[in-house]
């Protein structure tokens, strides 16, 4: 079992910056990419950014290129989501969440271990 803890969420204005951290622990060996998917009031759960522990595959979704990064410290099993230029649209639930190996992809189906969830809300 995985247990993901995010934290780092908050209120920011737009065209500001936000940092997320994602805290896993347990077996954490068994999540194999890492990364974030967010979820707007009414909306689905849509994946973010994504990265794998012990490779060089990022992923990350063309509403956020260029604005947020993934990214990884293996030996905190720490996962992060840097955020710049924040727009009102980027408001949402940001969840941390892991994905066995051996699947492909970054979408919700895939995911094997979720976080609680962590608010993001950029003000216009």
């Known amino acids: 079992q995985v247990q993901l803890v995010e934290s780092g969420g908050g209120l920011v204005q737009a065209g500001g910056s936000l940092r997320l951290s994602c805290a896993a622990s347990?077996?954490?060996?068994?999540?194999?990419?890492m990364g974030w998917f967010r979820q707007a009031p009414g909306k689905e759960r849509e994946p973010v950014a994504a990265?794998?522990?012990?490779?060089?595959?990022?992923f990350y979704a063309d509403s956020v290129k260029g604005r947020f990064t993934v990214s990884r410290d293996n030996a905190k099993n720490t996962v992060y989501l840097q955020m710049v230029s924040l727009k009102p649209e980027d408001t949402a639930v940001y969840y941390c969440?892991?994905?066995?190996?051996?699947?492909?992809?970054?979408?919700?189906?895939?995911?094997?271990?979720w976080g609680q969830g962590t608010q993001v809300t950029v003000s216009s």
């Open positions: 347990g077996r954490t060996f068994s999540a194999y990419a």
């Open positions: 990265t794998t522990w012990s490779g060089y595959a990022t």
């Open positions: 969440a892991g994905r066995r190996a051996g699947g492909s992809g970054w979408y919700v189906p895939t995911i094997d271990y």
